[in-house]
């Protein structure tokens, strides 16, 4: 038995036509909100994308895209996927590892609760937001949980360091644009009874 999470082919191609190197956090970013596009375009999954990327050189490591409803996986948000692509390929499970360089997750909204707590476990060293969480929810619908109050401190704390509001307006651009094309906003049982 094994747990698996395909990544869509148009997520490879795409990927090819990438520099090997991005060294601009916008430049980044940009990546990453254009793959947030595709994935709900090509009804691949939810509108968002993640990016795992040395600090220090841009190096691009792995891309991760949304694969909830696809896959038949609630964790399958893409911070947990581009993460997980990434230390598999890295072989290791810790991003943070002696030795290594260090990694930093580029996202195009704030993490939610549950990729929140993914982030210390992961061995990234930085974050990268492009939309708030207030951001997201207002335009889209999606429930991004009970977060910390002070999660950007509860970050730092452990050495990651976190950059937010990078690209927001293209980042709420491409959220307006899922928004408006009518796709399903799924969430997990909020305290309802439906
Ligand atoms: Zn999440």
């Not at 909100?33 to 968002?48: E, K, V, Y």
Request: charged share 20%; proline share 5%.
């Amino acid at each position: 038995m094994r747990v698996s999470i395909e990544i869509p082919a148009w997520v490879l191609t795409e990927q090819t036509k990438l520099p090997t190197h991005l060294t601009s956090t916008e430049a980044q970013m940009e990546a990453v909100i254009h793959f947030s596009r595709l994935n709900f375009q090509n009804q691949t999954g939810g509108p968002f994308a993640a990016g795992v990327f040395e600090k220090e050189t841009g190096k691009l490591i792995a891309i991760g895209v949304n694969r909830v409803v696809p896959e038949h996986v609630s964790s399958a948000h893409a911070e947990i996927v581009a993460l997980s692509l990434a230390q598999q390929s890295l072989e290791t499970f810790d991003l943070g590892g002696p030795g290594m360089p260090h990694h930093r997750l580029v996202v195009n909204g704030r993490p939610c609760a549950m990729c929140f707590g993914s982030l210390p476990w992961s061995g990234i060293r930085s974050l990268v937001i492009g939309a708030s969480g207030e951001q997201i929810e207002t335009i889209t619908g999606f429930d991004e949980g009970p977060i910390h109050p002070r999660w950007q401190d509860e970050l730092q704390s452990r050495g990651i360091d976190v950059i937010e509001d990078v690209l927001a307006d293209q980042a709420c651009d491409m959220f307006r644009e899922f928004a408006a094309s009518g796709a399903k906003v799924y969430n997990g049982r909020s305290g309802s009874d439906d």
